[in-house]
């Protein structure tokens, strides 16, 4: 039933509109972006779980899940009301999986007919939605409430849900924000320590170098896109992942990779 997982970064400056002539410093990760969106078959998808670091967070503990009939937000505060997306919930089928998961982990549920979604959501939905006609129902977590230990778990647990559903997986998320003195959270050495563990854990399909991490290096870091990547490394298992791009303009580490199943896996799991 997952056809794909992807990484993507969610600064609003990787869209056009918003960055202007600053595009030009992060061209990387949005041709990166551009590459990764090309090889998703979205219209055959027909779920998207959506885990966004950003959105709202309860308590500890717990994986914060927003349940709505429906999604919408745009990047109006950041000069563009022009970039927008609007997605239908997942109705029974987000019921279906998240009684799944509540099998395993704690989970802090919230209903709302109309849930406004934030840049952490819109940024890499606009690029994967590019002007479509139809789009995938949508379904949206926030991690930070779980250990990181529990977020691997989290994606462990998603990839042995069964369904008849194709759905794909988006991960968003920065890493680290220091790794320059101009960067939002100051210079600290720990942010380039961490962002080469997370690099090194997508392309070895490994959490490894990520649960290698002290505390000090992740706090120092700023970083806000752990408990997601971790997420799809649980999801993909050990399957090979495509690291499409990597750098750290702006001092924010920006990373995107893909994951698809294989073609000759048609049987799901």
Not at 82 to 98: A, C, D, N
Not at 140 to 161: E, M, Q
Not at 191 to 204: F, M, P, T, W
Request: aromatic letters at 8%.
């Amino acid at each position: 039933m997952w056809d794909w997982a992807a990484l993507m970064p969610h600064a609003p400056i990787l869209h056009k509109e918003i960055a202007g002539p600053m595009l030009g410093r992060c061209l990387s990760t949005v041709e990166g972006i551009k590459k990764l969106v090309s090889q998703i078959d979205v219209d055959s998808t027909s779920y998207i779980f959506l885990v966004d670091p950003h959105a709202y967070y309860y308590k500890l503990g717990y994986l914060a899940v927003e349940l709505a009939q429906k999604y919408e937000g745009s990047l109006a505060n950041f000069g563009a009301p022009e970039l927008k997306v609007e997605m239908e919930g997942p109705g029974g089928e987000g019921e279906s999986i998240l009684n799944h998961i509540k099998k395993h982990i704690s989970v802090s549920v919230h209903s709302k007919e109309i849930y406004p979604l934030d840049h952490g959501a819109v940024v890499p939905l606009v690029f994967l939605n590019n002007n479509r006609k139809k789009l995938p129902r949508l379904i949206l977590v926030n991690p930070i409430g779980l250990s990181l230990a529990d977020s691997y778990s989290l994606g462990k647990i998603l990839r042995s849900y069964i369904s008849n559903e194709r759905w794909g997986l988006l991960a968003s998320g920065d890493l680290s924000h220091t790794l320059t003195p101009d960067a939002p959270a100051g210079y600290t050495k720990e942010g380039a320590i961490l962002d080469r563990a997370v690099v090194s854990s997508l392309k070895n399909s490994s959490p490894e170098p990520i649960f290698s991490l002290n505390e000090r290096v992740i706090v120092n870091a700023g970083e806000c896109g752990l408990r997601s990547v971790l997420i799809m490394l649980g999801l993909i298992s050990g399957e090979q992942v495509e690291v499409l791009s990597y750098e750290g303009p702006f001092g924010v580490g920006y990373c995107t990779a893909l994951w698809k199943r294989s073609s000759c896996d048609k049987e799901g799991y």
